[in-house]
T-cell receptor, first 107, second 114 residues
Framework: RKEVEQDPGPFNVPEGATVAFNCTYS??????FFWYRQDCRKEPKLLMS???SGNEDGRFTAQLNRASQYISLLIRDSKLSDSATYLCVVNKNDMRFGAGTRLTVKP | DTGVSQDPRHKITKRGQNVTFRCDPI?????LYWYRQTLGQGPEFLTY????????KSRLLSDRFSAERPKGSFSTLEIQRTEQGDSAMYLCASSDDIWAYEQYFGPGTRLTVT
């Protein structure tokens, strides 16, 4: 079993749609959780950290469930510019990236 | 632009040759990380430096791989006796101590071993 597993995708959604990604992790001792975004042929960039209480940044909401060892990312009112691969990242002693979920937002 | 830079951006080499990549982190960042990414996968952690000290190495980092950061600034990653399985994107990232998990990635070096 991989340490970090994500929805395989791809997700193809129309503009304005709400889309949710899930991620599960295997190491219960993991300490920190993040979502990174990676555009095609570009480097990953931090999108947001994920806190136990849940956190929101504009159209993006991230949640963590430590008991079930999963993380989610919700994107509301999708924009064309949201098209990218979203990487779930879990940290204990080092950063472990999921394989990513590809999102395409279409007009 | 004072982001993370990597050189070269692309490298094609023949199997068995040695290659060396360079990473220049953001100047005020004392942490530097190397990752490897293959198509359809997320970045895989290879190794991590805090200043000039190499604090952690992944089991992925075989004996053919070596990384250095001699003065705590730029870092090099060398692969000896390259194999076709080494073909990948090699990403470097840096961060500071306070926001250690906010890593800034460089554009990567794409290695193709023929």
């Amino acid at each position: 079993r991989k340490e970090v597993e994500q929805d395989p995708g791809p997700f193809n959604v129309p503009e304005g749609a709400t889309v949710a990604f899930n991620c599960t992790y295997s190491n219960s001792a993991s300490q920190s959780f993040f979502w990174y975004r990676q555009d095609c042929r570009k480097e990953p960039k931090l999108l947001m950290s994920v806190y136990s209480s849940g956190n929101e940044d504009g159209r993006f909401t991230a949640q963590l469930n430590r008991a079930s060892q999963y993380i989610s990312l919700l994107i509301r009112d999708s924009k064309l510019s949201d098209s990218a691969t979203y990487l779930c990242v879990v940290n204990k002693n080092d950063m472990r990236f999921g394989a990513g979920t590809r999102l395409t937002v279409k007009p | 632009d004072t982001g993370v830079s990597q050189d070269p951006r692309h490298k094609i080499t023949k199997r068995g040759q040695n290659v060396t990549f360079r990473c220049d982190p953001i100047s005020e960042h004392n942490r530097l990380y190397w990752y490897r990414q293959t198509l359809g996968q997320g970045p895989e952690f290879l190794t991590y430096f805090q200043n000039e000290a190499q604090l952690e190495k992944s089991r992925l980092l075989s004996d053919r791989f070596s990384a250095e950061r001699p003065k705590g600034s730029f870092s090099t990653l060398e692969i000896q006796r390259t194999e076709q399985g080494d073909s990948a994107m090699y990403l470097c990232a840096s961060s500071d101590d306070i926001w250690a998990y906010e890593q800034y990635f460089g554009p990567g070096t794409r290695l193709t071993v023929t």
